[in-house]
């Protein structure tokens, strides 16, 4: 079991940035398939972005072109880098880990997850 510990998150006036981090235990974190995943108050939990063992990255449409994921596998951590936040990217942000290999949809799907972290709020006034 990995653990996945996030942290980053805060209130942020729209049009600003934010950059979140997972930290995670395990060896072989290098080998993992990493996403983040956020869930607005009273809506499902929807996929943001991923990241595979190879750096392909996958996005939601809702995103693309505003977030970045990256990882450093020297120090465990995932990030997700945010900038032109919009009020409608309020959610309670999670990271989640997946040991085998993945792409294109599947990667998208919170199901297809191992592990997951316990999440970092992010508040986007208008």
């Known amino acids: 079991q990995v653990q996945l510990v996030e942290s980053g998150g805060g209130l942020v006036q729209a049009g600003g940035s934010l950059r979140l981090s997972c930290a995670a235990s395990?060896?072989?974190?290098?080998?993992?398939?990493m996403g983040w995943f956020r869930q607005a108050p009273g809506k499902e939990r929807d996929f943001v972005a991923a990241?595979?063992?190879?750096?392909?990255?996958y996005y939601a449409d809702s995103v693309k072109g505003r977030f970045t994921i990256s990882r450093d596998n020297a120090k465990n951590t995932v990030y997700l880098e945010m900038n032109s936040l919009k009020p409608e990217d309020t959610a309670d942000y999670y990271c989640?880990?997946?040991?085998?290999?993945?792409?294109?949809?599947?990667?998208?799907?919170?199901?297809?997850?191992?592990?997951w972290g316990q999440g970092t709020q992010v508040t986007v006034s208008s």
């Open positions: 395990g060896r072989t974190f290098s080998s993992y398939i």
């Open positions: 989640a880990s997946r040991s085998r290999f993945c792409s294109g949809v599947r990667c998208q799907r919170g199901g297809e997850y191992d592990d």
């Open positions: 990241i595979t063992r190879s750096g392909t990255t």
